[in-house]
């Protein structure tokens, strides 16, 4: 029976790594057409699509969505209150749900702008029902605006982003018009730095490489604006899942709106500066998407739409259950490889290199390859420390996409923010919005001693050329488990 078992692992361990490497390949499709389309655009005169001149000023709402966000409301509203539009064609809803001393601080902002002339509405629900979507849809309620436009805390828009946007609404059929993140504190750690690559290969080969293919892509969130139509015939905002903005982007383009990309506007913003809050923001991106995926891709399957539309709809919202693959891997891990302790060269060429290749390789050379044509000056370590990172996580997302897979919506944890740019350090009270990390540190500590014993039995074995792949695994868990160590006693000081 006990080798039935192990068996059983092994299957399921192969089963992941296929998984993986095909989302390898998909990574690596995505990579080449990045290129075709990159040198399309060096060879064309225009950029993406002919735009109108601005000839009018439609009448334009912002809304700044807030939850608790002492250290950067004022920022946000003076950001938005600054944006270069006519003041009679301009409103600002701060649609604040906080409970601490943001409120005063936005009310001290609205107080200032008001006197100077700008349009700005405050909206206190008194409640956080639909938690970001309910405030949006509130705000819509009594929104003026032909255009909506949505940042979100931590986010800066720069004066010209409405004169940049607005003129692609020409085109009646666009529906939503999404700029490019940019990263504030992009240099101020490890941490964040290993974020920016995650992030940015989303914006700069997958948005738009989706956008130039005519594919489905989605509004982020933030730092893009919409045509007010094209949120109200999809159905408007809604709470049934925890990313709003991927649902709402999927039913207006099956609604028939089409949605433009800028590469070329970006919008700067700030990454999450502890482990915590990036572990928080990635369980809720990956349990959202895969409530997005089971409410939307069956109609998705339906619908009259190339194939081609379909399938890359269906990788992209089923792309988070690789957190799922990584952590089944990493815990069948030992068994497998005790299993395979009589195979042979051939076995391992016939098997594992293609797999290492589909997966880790391309994976790894994706990432070099956009860091070396975007960001020339980027770090080596950056990119060395990404398959600790990712390894490291992959089990604690994977409890959120199992739960994404068997319940619909859920509590929307927000992200802390703390108005650091650079290399600031972090604000005296940031100890406020710190997050649970006790049970991760327990299951991190446990996953690394268990991932010692792949490394003792390599080890014992003198199978020393897969020992840098298996030494990956105790690493990983012992660098998410230390980072969380290290900034709970921050937070006990």
């Not at 060096?42 to 000023?57: E, F, G, I, P, Q």
């Not at 802390?416 to 290399?423: H, L, R, S």
Request: glycine residues 6%.
């Amino acid at each position: 029976m006990f080798p039935d078992k192990l068996n059983i692992f092994m299957l399921l361990h192969f089963t992941a790594m296929a998984g993986l490497m095909l989302y390898g390949i998909h990574r690596f499709w995505f990579m080449c057409l990045w290129y075709l389309e990159r040198k399309k655009i060096h060879r064309d005169a225009t950029n993406y699509c002919k735009v109108s001149l601005l000839r009018h000023y439609p009448y334009v709402t912002i809304q700044l969505p807030l939850y608790n966000e002492r250290f950067v409301a004022a920022r946000l509203v003076d950001a938005a209150a600054i944006i270069d539009w006519p003041k009679d064609r301009l409103e600002i809803q701060i649609l604040d749900d906080s409970s601490d001393d943001t409120k005063g601080i936005v009310d001290e902002r609205i107080d200032y702008w008001e006197r100077r002339g700008v349009i700005i509405k405050l909206l206190r629900r008194g409640t956080r029902n639909g938690f970001k979507a309910g405030a949006l849809s509130c705000g819509l309620l009594s929104a003026k605006g032909e255009f909506i436009a949505v940042f979100d805390a931590d986010f800066l828009p720069q004066p010209d982003f409405l004169i940049k946007t607005i003129p692609f609404f020409s085109d009646k059929k666009i529906g939503m018009v999404q700029a490019k993140w940019g990263f504030l504190n992009r240099e101020h750690s490890l941490l964040t730095g290993i974020q920016s690559l995650l992030l940015g290969q989303h914006f700069s080969i997958e948005h738009f490489v989706r956008f130039r293919r005519g594919l489905f892509f989605n509004f982020n969130g933030t730092a893009g604006i919409w045509r007010r139509k094209a949120i109200e015939s999809a159905g408007g905002w809604q709470s049934d899942t925890v990313t709003e903005d991927l649902d709402l982007s999927y039913r207006a383009q099956l609604a028939g709106w089409r949605f433009v990309y800028l590469d070329d506007l970006v919008v700067p913003s700030e990454l999450p500066v502890t482990l915590a809050s990036f572990r928080s923001q990635q369980q809720r991106w990956a349990k959202g998407s895969v409530q997005t995926a089971r409410k939307i891709l069956p109609g998705l399957f339906c619908a009259d739409l190339p194939f081609k539309v379909k399938c890359e709809s269906a990788a992209h919202l089923l792309a988070n259950f690789c957190w799922l693959l990584a952590a089944v891997v990493t815990l069948t891990l030992y068994s497998t490889i005790t299993w395979r302790v009589f195979i042979g060269p051939f076995q391992m060429i016939r098997l594992d290199l293609p797999l290492f290749l589909g997966t880790s390789f391309i994976l790894f050379l994706y990432f070099i390859i956009y860091s070396m044509k975007e960001w020339r000056q980027t770090p080596y370590l950056w990119i060395v420390f990404l398959p600790v990172l990712t390894i490291g996580m992959a089990p604690s997302i994977a409890i959120s996409v199992i739960k994404g897979c068997i319940t619909r919506g859920g509590d929307f944890k927000r992200t802390p923010k703390f108005g650091i740019q650079g290399k600031q350090n972090m604000p005296g009270k940031s100890f406020l919005y710190r997050q649970r990390s006790i049970p991760y540190i327990v299951m991190n500590s446990l996953l690394f001693f268990y991932s010692l014993l792949p490394v003792a039995f390599v080890v014992q074995r003198g199978t020393w050329l897969a020992l840098p792949f298996i030494l990956l695994f105790p690493c990983a868990f012992l660098f998410v488990a230390g980072r969380d160590v290290i900034e709970l006693s921050k937070k006990l000081e």
